[in-house]
């Protein structure tokens, strides 16, 4: 599968970056505006820079603009779409198939509402997405999926439904089971269950949820 890592301007514990990104591989790495400072602080090398570039200082700027390599796509501020927007469609036309995304959370909260917006758009596009700090993974889901405990992002994990209704919530393997249960936005009935077997099941008949996996 093709993996590509989304580096976004935003709030991003760089410890856990380096920790994070050492044991994986990804097939295409994109900055996104600021972001391209902190691949530069991570080492790692760029293949696509996206954005308008607002928010970094000119001399990095400058710098990777002398780099062989790299794919620019810069834009103007005054644009419809976000530079992580930008970023996702320049992963989906390079053919990856998987997309996680570090800084995508954590600073304004529209911008993070947003990022997890785009990943439902991902999702409607064919492409596995995330987001992922030092304390979540957040993914979202229009099918069942099962959860391995060995493999978990922390201790909690919750379903939060992105459509207004999500229909026929089983879980299996879960401290809290559910069975056949429909929810709408609004309760909480779903938030802070725990994975008690190795392999928990969740599985759904209609509509789309947000998993967040979380630790303190």
Not at 132 to 137: A, L, P, S
Request: proline share 2%; glycine share 10%; with cysteine.
């Amino acid at each position: 599968m093709r993996t590509c890592l989304i580096l976004t301007g935003g709030s991003l514990d760089m410890e856990f970056a380096q920790k994070y990104i050492g044991g994986r591989t990804f097939h295409k790495i994109i900055a996104v505006d600021a972001g391209l400072a902190k691949a530069h602080d991570l080492g790692l090398a760029v293949h696509a820079a996206v954005g308008d570039f607002d928010s970094l200082d000119q001399d990095t700027l400058e710098n990777y603009r002398k780099k062989n390599g790299i794919e620019w796509d810069i834009h103007k501020p005054e644009k419809d779409e976000t530079d992580t927007e930008l970023a996702i469609y320049t992963a989906l036309k390079s053919g990856c198939e998987e997309i996680v995304m570090l800084g995508a959370m954590g600073g304004r909260l529209d911008h993070t509402i947003g990022n997890l917006h785009l990943l439902y758009y991902c999702l409607e596009h064919g492409m596995a997405a995330c987001m992922v700090d030092e304390k979540n993974r957040v993914s979202v889901l229009n099918k069942g999926r099962a959860f391995k405990k060995d493999s978990q992002w922390g201790k909690y994990i919750s379903f939060l439904p992105l459509t207004y209704e999500v229909k026929g919530i089983t879980l299996t393997g879960f401290k809290y089971p559910l069975y056949k249960k429909d929810i709408v936005i609004g309760p909480s009935l779903c938030i802070s269950n725990e994975i008690e077997e190795e392999e928990a099941l969740l599985e759904f008949t209609e509509g789309v949820l947000i998993c967040v996996e979380s630790r303190d």
